[in-house]
């Protein structure tokens, strides 16, 4: 069962105080400044979340949201675990691609179809275990005001980052028994339907370049339709990270899904003397609230650069990425407390 604390935090935190760090010049590693984490955000306009009884899976999620101009429906089918594998259809592959080009999540080709009346959506697919799935989902608009300020993922897809959620809309999704070909979790009897819009935004675990180069405003943009911005600022001879912000081109409009902000500007990382060690306080924000907060660790080696980002607060994201470059690329791994 779910905790209702998961569904009604409104908790939102201070930013963190920064950490005190010196560094010294040495001849840079590199050219331009280093990249030392990949950030992702996703606004989910529509989700309906079913919260299972019974089966291999703990939580069905059924949503949309546009990928430029393209609306597309993707499934997630989460185990009790926290596994999370994301289904979707074949003429939506190149807009999945660069969904999760940055959050390796495991997917597969459902043929989720959905099409629609004035009342209710119907969808149809392939579960992974090859049987047909039929549901009738009725429409609602969505709440015109935030909800819940919720950072909690709920255990879904820990090994994939450090993410928070702005949980923007939240309403009960009334469904029948013969609209949905399973049982559902009850809470004070009644069964765990909702139908939510939320902002996803965090640091990845993934591998990436870590070398790119600075535009005109000293910033480095990576992605399409969905992309980060890594602000520099300069500091005599050193370009220091002062904030990544990650944005999704969601129909004619660019949404800024969250901002990973730094209490003091990380340093620039071609000049960390040899075996030396530096710390910085970070905070994910999302809609202008600080949700989490997140603590990273570099290291300069004779042959590489270690890389450590440690969720810290609130408790349910204390767990850590782990980062090692290797040539020009950093490999992250998560671990979990």
Same mark, same amino acid.
């Given at each position: 069962? !779910?905790?209702?604390?998961?569904?009604?935090?409104?908790?939102?935190?201070?930013?963190?105080?920064?950490?005190?760090?010196?560094?010294?010049?040495?001849?840079?590693?590199?050219?331009?400044?280093?990249?030392?984490?990949?950030?992702?955000?996703?606004?989910?306009?529509?989700?309906?979340?079913?919260?299972?009884?019974?089966?291999?899976?703990?939580?069905?999620?059924?949503?949309?949201?546009?990928?430029?101009?393209?609306?597309?429906?993707?499934?997630?089918?989460?185990?009790?675990?926290?596994?999370?594998?994301?289904?979707?259809?074949?003429?939506?592959?190149?807009?999945?691609?660069?969904?999760?080009?940055? %959050? #390796?999540?495991? /997917?597969?080709? &459902? *043929?989720?179809?959905?099409?629609?009346?004035?009342?209710?959506?119907?969808?149809?697919?392939?579960?992974?275990?090859?049987? /047909?799935?039929?549901?009738?989902?009725?429409?609602?608009?969505?709440?015109?005001?935030?909800?819940?300020? !919720?950072?909690?993922?709920?255990?879904?897809?820990?090994? %994939?980052?450090?993410?928070?959620?702005?949980?923007?809309?939240?309403?009960?999704?009334?469904?029948?028994? &013969?609209?949905?070909?399973?049982?559902?979790?009850?809470?004070?009897? =009644?069964?765990?339907?909702? #139908?939510?819009?939320?902002?996803?935004?965090?640091?990845?675990?993934?591998?990436?370049?870590?070398?790119?180069?600075?535009? *005109?405003?000293?910033?480095?943009? =990576?992605?399409?339709?969905?992309?980060?911005?890594?602000?520099?600022?300069?500091?005599?001879?050193?370009?220091?990270?002062?904030? =990544?912000?990650?944005?999704?081109?969601?129909?004619?409009?660019?949404?800024?899904?969250?901002?990973?902000?730094?209490?003091?500007?990380?340093?620039?990382?071609?000049?960390? &003397?040899? !075996?030396?060690?530096?710390?910085?306080?970070?905070?994910?924000?999302?809609?202008?609230?600080?949700?989490?907060?997140?603590?990273?660790?570099?290291?300069?080696? /004779?042959?590489?650069?270690?890389? /450590? =980002?440690?969720?810290?607060?609130?408790?349910?994201?204390?767990?850590?990425?782990?980062?090692?470059?290797?040539?020009?690329?950093?490999?992250?791994?998560?671990?979990?407390?």
């Amino acid at each position: 069962m !779910n905790p209702l604390s998961y569904f009604i935090s409104k908790r939102s935190i201070k930013a963190p105080p920064p950490i005190a760090n010196t560094y010294q010049c040495e001849n840079p590693l590199t050219g331009p400044p280093i990249i030392p984490c990949m950030t992702f955000g996703l606004y989910f306009d529509c989700d309906y979340v079913f919260c299972m009884s019974e089966g291999p899976y703990s939580m069905l999620e059924i949503s949309s949201t546009y990928i430029g101009e393209k609306k597309i429906w993707f499934t997630l089918e989460s185990k009790p675990n926290g596994e999370q594998i994301a289904g979707y259809n074949k003429l939506d592959e190149k807009e999945v691609t660069e969904l999760f080009s940055v %959050l #390796k999540i495991k /997917s597969y080709l &459902n *043929e989720i179809t959905v099409t629609e009346d004035d009342k209710f959506y119907f969808v149809n697919y392939s579960n992974k275990e090859k049987k /047909s799935i039929s549901l009738k989902l009725r429409r609602s608009p969505p709440s015109n005001t935030p909800f819940f300020l !919720n950072g909690n993922t709920m255990n879904h897809s820990k090994d %994939l980052g450090l993410f928070s959620i702005f949980l923007s809309s939240l309403k009960y999704n009334r469904v029948c028994k &013969n609209d949905i070909p399973f049982s559902l979790q009850k809470l004070l009897g =009644i069964p765990m339907s909702f #139908k939510i819009s939320q902002t996803v935004f965090g640091c990845a675990a993934t591998s990436f370049q870590y070398q790119q180069v600075l535009n *005109e405003n000293n910033e480095v943009i =990576i992605g399409d339709n969905l992309f980060s911005k890594f602000h520099f600022i300069k500091n005599n001879d050193y370009y220091e990270l002062k904030s =990544i912000q990650s944005f999704h081109k969601y129909k004619d409009t660019e949404k800024k899904t969250g901002e990973l902000v730094f209490a003091s500007p990380l340093p620039d990382l071609r000049f960390l &003397n040899m !075996n030396q060690s530096f710390s910085q306080n970070a905070s994910i924000k999302i809609n202008g609230k600080h949700l989490s907060h997140l603590k990273f660790t570099i290291t300069r080696t /004779s042959r590489n650069l270690v890389y /450590s =980002i440690k969720g810290t607060s609130p408790s349910w994201i204390r767990r850590s990425l782990k980062g090692v470059q290797m040539k020009s690329v950093i490999n992250y791994r998560i671990e979990n407390e």
